[in-house]
C-alpha cells in the first residue's frame, strides 16, 4: 500500500491512488496539523489550539477524540505505513515524510540549493512547485492555519525566486518574462524580483523596459516606504545602462534573434470580468516549453469546444499574458469560420500579415501560394504569436502556418480539426463549459453582490445558462437591466425551455446563443442535421449510439458515423463506452429545430422507437441477471454493465413516458427494471420510476398494474424511512388487490403493511397483519408466503420477549424453507434462532449458511441482499462472542444502505455498530453511532430503533467525560 497527502492545496489523501474520505472541515484540519507536525509530537492543548483557536467549545477535547479515532479508521488502509499514536508528549502522525507534499516540496528545495549544475537544480525547483495545487488548506479557515499558510506561502515565492536565478542563468530569460511580469504586478515591491525582471528584460533587446521597471519600482519605495532601491538593485540599473557585456547571456546560452523592425501588435483587447479555466491556461503555459533540438518544429495549440463556450476569450487572455515571450510581435485574425459574415479567404488573412510585418503593399505578392512563402521568410527567425481565431478548416489554417519552429500558433475552433492534429502535430486542448464554482464567480463578477444574497439561486442560474460563458454574459446584462426583478425571478423565466433561447438575445448576432449556434448548425450535412434535431426529444443528459440508432431509424454504425460529424462540430460531446451527450441550451435549441422542421408523426414515431429499444434491452437484461428456471442464459456481467450505464437515463426515459402518453411504456419498463433497482440501485432512482408508473397504471385504468406500482412503492417509502407514507400506499394496494379478487397478492399487501407497523412499534395491528396474510396463504397452499408470514408473527414474539413462543415459530418455518430448498431464507430464519438460542450448533449452523447465502448475493451484484445478509452473520457473530468480526461486517453494512439509500436499514446498522463497539469498549465510537442512529430514526419516525440509540448512549456513558482514544 502506498499513501499520499497533500497540504498544498486541499487537504487530501490516497491510498494506493485512491481518494479517502476525510470527513468535514473540522476533521480535515485535524489531519491538516498533525501532517505540517509528521514525526513530531502535538498536544493534545495545541490541538484543540490550532484547530478551533479562541472559539474551542467546551467539548472540544470530546469531539477531538472523535475525530481522531475517525482519522485512524480512514487511513487504515494503509496498513504499517501510516498510524496516528498517541504518546506520552501527544499525538504523532508517523508517516515517511515524502508522502506529504509540503515535507517532499521542502526537501526538493533544499537539494535544489546544493545541486551541482543550474540544470539539475532547475529540474528539481520545477518539481517541487510542481507539487502545489492552490492555497495551502484550501477550503479550512482557523487562526494557525491562516498563519501557517502565509508561511508556506513565503516559501513558495522564495522557491520561485531561486527558480528565476537559475532559468536565467541558463539563459531561458525569453521563456521567464510571462510569470516575471505576472509576479511583480504581485510583488510590486520586491527588490531581488525586480532584478530579475529587469535582467530578462535587458536580455530580450529591452533596454528602456528595463529602465521603466527600475524607475516604477523607485517610486513604489519612496511611496509606500519612504526609502530608495538598495545597492544592488541601483548597480544592475547602473549596467544595464551602461550595457555592461557582463550582462550578456551566459556562455553556451541561445542568443535572441535580431529584433524585426516592424512588431505587430494585433491583439484584441482582454476580455473584461475573465474568471476561471486554471487548468486549461496551464495547459497552454505547457505548449511555451522550450523544445529540445537545434531546429525545434513549429508548436501549433489548438483550441476547440462548442460554440460560446469561450475559446476566443480563452485565447485572448492567454496572448496578453504570454506577449512578453514573443518580443517580435503578435499577430491575429479573425477568420469567422462560423460567423453570420463570409469567412476571412486565405489570400485576404496573409495580406493582412505581411503588411503587420512592414512589407509594404507593392511588395505583397499577388497569388496565395507567393504570399504565403513571403510570410513564411518574414518570420524565419523571429519569435512571434500568431492567433488564428474561429477556423473552420484545415484548409483555412494551413496557408497561415510559419515555416519556423520560433514561432508559435493558437487555433481556435469550434471544429475538431483531427487533420491539424495527425498532419501538423497540433496539441489539443478541449474546453468544456464552466466549472459550477467558476460560473457563479463569472456571474458575481458581472453582477456583484446580489449573487452573494442569493448563493443558490446564482447556482441555479448558472445552470439555467447550462455553464456557458456567452449565455452566462448575456444573463448578467438581463440581470442588470432588471434590477427591480429578483435572480430568483429571473431563473423561473429562464426554465421555460420555449423562452429560454428568446430571453438570451443580447440584440447582436454575435451575442445572441440562438444565432451563434445557428452557424454551427448550418455548416452540417443534413443526415447529421437531422441527428442532431432528433437528439434534442431524448429525454436523458447522455445516450447510447446505439440508442441514437433506435431514434433515427439508421443503422448503428450510420448513427456513429453521424454523431462523430456532430463531435467535431462540437455540437455534441463524446464520453465514454459509446455515450453522448449536449448541454441543456443546445438541447434546447435542438428541440426547437426538430418542432419547426420535422412533423409531429415523425418526432412521436422516433420517441416510440427510442422507447421500444429501452424496453426491449432492459427485459433482456434483466433476463440474464435472473433468468427463469429452464431458460437459455445470458451475460450477467455485461447486463449490470448495460443497466448501470443506462440507469440514470432508463429514469428519465420512465418519467418521460408517463408524462407524454406512452403509458404502456411506463408501466412495462418500470416493471422491468423493479427488481434490479430493489437490489441495490439508489432507492431515490427507484422511486422516481416507480412512481411514473403509478400514474400512467391510473391514466389507463390499470387497476392492477396500479396495485402492483403502488405495492413496489410502498417498499422504497419503507427503505427510505418515510414510514407514513409506505402505510398509507401499502393500504391503497391492499385495498385495490381486495376489490380485484387477488387473494394472494392482497396476502403479501398484508405482510408489507404489518412490517411498517412493526417499525413504527405498533406490535399488537402487526400481528394482526401477519395473522391475517399467514391465512391467506395457508388457504392458498402458498408455503412459502405461510413461511414468511409465521417468520414475521415470530419476531413480533420475540419483540415483546416471548422468546420460546418466536422459536416455535421460526423453527416451523425453517422446515418449510428446507423443503422448498430456499437457501436465502433458511439462513435468515437460522440467523433468527441462532440470535435467541444458546446452543453451539445452532450458531455454527446458521454462521455456515450465511456464509454461503452472502457468497451468493455478492455473485449475483445483489447490494441489497448482501447488507442484509451481513447483518445477519454480524449478529450471529456477536452472539458467538465475536464483536470484532460483527463490527467488521457491520461497518460495510453501513456504507451499503446509506449508498442504496435505505435509511431504516440504515438505523438499524448504525444501533448493531454501537452495540458491537460498545462490547469491545470502545465507548466514545459507540456514542457515535448510536447519536447517528438516533437522529436518523427520530427523522423517519422509528420508535424502535429510537429507543435503541437511547439505550445504546446510556450503555456508552453519554453523560460522563470523554476519555482518550
Known sequence: MTAEFGVLGAVEA??????????????????????????????????????????????????????????????????????????????????????????????????????????????????????????????????????????????RFAAELDHHDVLLRLGRHGELLPSLSAAVAEHPLDERLAEQFMLALYRCGRQADADEQYRRIRRGLADELGSDPGAGLRRLHERILAADPTLALPAGAPARAAAAPTVPA????????????????????????????????????????????????????????????FPDGQLYVNLRGYDCEQPVAVGDALAGFLTALGVRGPEIPPGVEERAGRYRSELTGRRVLVLLDNASSVEQVRPLLPGTGSCLVLVTSRDALPGMVALHGAERVNLDLLPVADAVGLLRRLIGDRVDREPSVAEDLAAACARLPLALRIAAELAAARADVSLAELVGELSDHRVRLDLLDAGDPRAE?????????????????????????????????????????????????????????????????????????????AAELAAAHDPEPERRAALTRLLDHYLAGSAAAMASLYPEPGAPGGDPEAARDWIEAERPTLAAVCTYAAAHGWHRHAIALAGTLFRYLDAGGP???????????????????????????????????????????????????????????????????????????????????????????????????????????????????????????????????????????????????????????????????????????????????????????????????????????????????????????????????????????????????????????????????????????????????????????
Open 266 to 325: 494585433q491583439l484584441p483587447a482582454d476580455v473584461r470580468a475573465f474568471t476561471g479555466r486554471g487548468a486549461e491556461l496551464a495547459a497552454l503555459d505547457r505548449s511555451l516549453a522550450p523544445p529540445e533540438g537545434d531546429e525545434p518544429p513549429l508548436t501549433v495549440v489548438l483550441l476547440s469546444g462548442t460554440a460560446g463556450v469561450g475559446k476566443s476569450a480563452l485565447a485572448v487572455r492567454w496572448a496578453h499574458r504570454v506577449r512578453e515571450a
Open 513 to 589: 446563443v440562438r444565432a451563434v449556434f445557428s452557424w454551427s448548425y448550418q455548416n452540417l450535412p443534413d443526415g447529421a442535421a437531422r441527428v442532431f434535431r432528433l437528439l434534442g426529444l431524448h429525454p436523458g443528459d447522455t445516450v447510447h449510439a446505439e440508442a441514437v440508432a433506435a431514434l433515427t431509424g439508421t443503422a448503428a454504425g450510420e448513427a456513429r458515423r453521424l454523431l462523430g460529424v456532430l463531435v467535431r462540430a462540437s455540437l455534441v460531446q463524446a464520453g465514454r463506452g459509446g455515450r453522448y451527450g449536449m448541454h441543456d441550451l443546445l438541447r434546447a435549441y
Open 14 to 155: 490516497r491510498i494506493d491512488g485512491r481518494p479517502v474520505d476525510l470527513g468535514h472541515a473540522r476533521q480535515r484540519s485535524v489531519l491538516a496539523v498533525l501532517l505540517v507536525e509528521a514525526g513530531r509530537p502535538v498536544t493534545v492543548d495545541q490541538l484543540v489550539d490550532r484547530v478551533w483557536g479562541e472559539d474551542a467549545p467546551q467539548r472540544a477535547t470530546g469531539a477531538l477524540y472523535s475525530y481522531l479515532s475517525r482519522l485512524r479508521r480512514a487511513v487504515a488502509d494503509a496498513g504499517d505505513k501510516v498510524a496516528i499514536e498517541r504518546r506520552p508528549a501527544g499525538y504523532v502522525l508517523t508517516a515517511d515524510p515524502q508522502s506529504v507534499d509540503l515535507h517532499r516540496f521542502r526537501r526538493l528545495a533544499a537539494r535544489a540549493r546544493d545541486a551541482e549544475s543550474d540544470r539539475s537544480a532547475a529540474e528539481l525547483i520545477t518539481e517541487a512547485l510542481g507539487l502545489w495545487r492552490g492555497e495551502p488548506f484550501a477550503g479550512l479557515d482557523t487562526p494557525w492555519l491562516a498563519a501557517t499558510r502565509e508561511l508556506l506561502l513565503t516559501e
Open 683 to 965: 432507492v431515490a432512482e427507484a422511486v422516481t420510476v416507480t412512481a411514473s408508473a403509478v400514474s400512467a397504471a391510473l391514466a389507463v385504468g390499470d387497476r392492477q398494474a396500479q396495485a402492483r406500482a403502488l405495492s413496489d412503492l410502498g417498499r422504497l417509502h419503507r427503505r427510505q424511512g418515510r414510514l407514513g407514507e409506505a402505510a398509507e400506499t401499502y393500504r391503497q394496494a391492499l385495498s385495490l388487490y381486495t376489490d380485484l379478487g387477488d387473494r394472494a397478492a392482497e396476502a403479501a399487501a398484508l405482510r408489507n403493511l404489518g412490517s411498517v407497523h412493526w417499525r413504527l412499534g405498533d406490535y399488537r395491528r402487526a400481528a394482526d397483519h401477519f395473522e391475517r396474510a399467514r391465512s391467506l396463504h395457508a388457504e392458498l397452499g402458498d408455503d412459502a408466503g405461510l413461511a414468511d408470514a409465521t417468520v414475521r408473527l415470530g419476531l413480533v414474539d420475540a419483540r415483546l420477549g416471548d422468546d420460546e413462543r418466536a422459536t416455535g415459530r421460526f423453527r416451523s418455518a425453517l422446515g418449510i424453507h428446507t423443503r422448498l430448498g430456499d437457501r436465502f431464507s433458511e439462513a435468515y430464519v437460522l440467523s433468527l434462532i441462532a440470535r435467541i438460542s444458546r446452543e453451539p450448533a445452532d450458531l455454527e449452523r446458521a454462521t455456515g449458511a450465511l456464509e454461503l447465502s452472502l457468497a451468493a448475493a455478492r455473485r449475483a451484484g445483489d447490494r441489497t441482499a448482501e447488507a442484509y445478509v451481513l447483518t445477519d452473520l454480524a449478529a450471529v457473530l456477536a452472539r458467538d462472542g465475536r464483536p470484532a468480526e460483527a463490527a467488521d461486517h457491520l461497518r460495510r453494512v453501513v456504507l451499503l444502505h446509506r449508498r442504496i439509500g435505505d435509511r431504516a436499514s440504515e438505523a438499524e446498522a448504525l444501533n448493531d455498530l454501537g452495540q458491537a463497539l460498545g462490547e469491545l469498549d470502545a465507548a466514545e465510537d459507540a456514542r457515535a453511532q448510536h447519536e447517528q442512529a438516533l437522529t436518523l430514526a427520530r427523522e423517519i419516525g422509528d420508535r424502535y430503533e429510537e429507543q435503541r440509540a437511547r439505550a445504546g448512549l446510556l450503555r456508552a456513558g453519554a453523560r460522563r467525560r470523554p476519555t482518550a482514544p
